[in-house]
Structure formats: structure tokens, C-alpha cells
């Protein structure tokens, strides 16, 4: 099992930068497939982003090429996203999700192939 904690949410500008973290907890943290979703207010959830076990494998929403990148850092338990030129658009809740343990590096970009969840950072694009 495996507990996610983000962190790196906050107010911002339009145009402006913001990088999210997703720490988790215990030793296997490579064997897991990680995803970032956002869930704005009045709208269903929506994938962002994943990454495979050791990074080589990721996928985006395609509106979000090109402005938001996922990375992981296995040493530190850590996956991120780095998210650039935001928009009003992009005000949601954020959550990082992981499914695993498994030997199988994919990207998964549907809610329900998660297992493990945090409980979101807010993100909030000023016009």
C-alpha cells in the first residue's frame, strides 16, 4: 500500500509557473505508475498526465502538451508536474494517483486504474 501527499498548489497569475509534488510513502515507490487528474468545480475529473515506473512511458492530456510536464524522481518517492503558461482554465484541485505494485511500466489515463490516491492541492489562476 502507498500513501500520496501533494503539495505546491496555490494562487497564481495567468502566464505564471507552478511545479506540484506528490510524495508517497514506503520503498516500492518504482514499482508504481503514476498520474496526475484535476477536478474543477462543477466538472467531472480529468487525466493531466502519467508516467511509468521508471519515466520512460508518459502521456498527456492533449490540450496540456507543450505547458505541463511530468517527471518522477524514484530516489525521492516523488512524482511531479510542472506546469507552465497557466490559464484561468486550469483552476482545479489536483491529484496525484498510483497504480501498482507492478513489474509493468504503462500509462494509464482513466481514473478507475488507479488504486491509491491524495488528497489533492488546489490551483488557482488569476485572469
Known amino acids: 500500500q502507498v500513501q500520496l501527499v501533494e503539495s505546491g498548489g496555490g494562487l497564481v497569475q495567468a502566464g505564471d509557473s507552478l511545479r506540484l509534488s506528490c510524495v508517497a510513502s514506503g520503498r516500492t515507490f518504482s514499482r508504481y505508475n503514476m498520474g496526475w487528474f484535476r477536478q474543477a468545480p462543477g466538472k467531472e475529473q480529468e487525466f493531466v498526465a502519467a508516467?511509468?515506473?521508471?519515466?520512460?512511458?508518459?502521456d498527456y492530456l492533449d490540450s496540456m502538451k507543450g505547458r505541463f510536464t511530468i517527471s518522477r524522481d524514484n530516489a525521492r518517492n516523488t512524482v511531479y508536474l510542472q506546469m507552465n503558461s497557466l490559464k484561468p482554465e486550469d483552476t482545479a484541485v489536483y491529484y496525484c494517483?498510483?497504480?501498482?505494485?507492478?513489474?509493468?511500466?504503462?500509462?494509464?489515463?482513466?481514473?478507475?486504474?488507479?488504486?491509491?490516491w491524495g488528497q489533492g492541492t488546489q490551483v488557482t489562476v488569476s485572469s
Open positions: 508516467i511509468g515506473l521508471s519515466g520512460g512511458r508518459l
Open positions: 494517483a498510483a497504480e501498482g505494485p507492478t513489474y509493468i511500466s504503462r500509462v494509464r489515463t482513466k481514473a478507475r486504474e488507479y488504486e491509491y
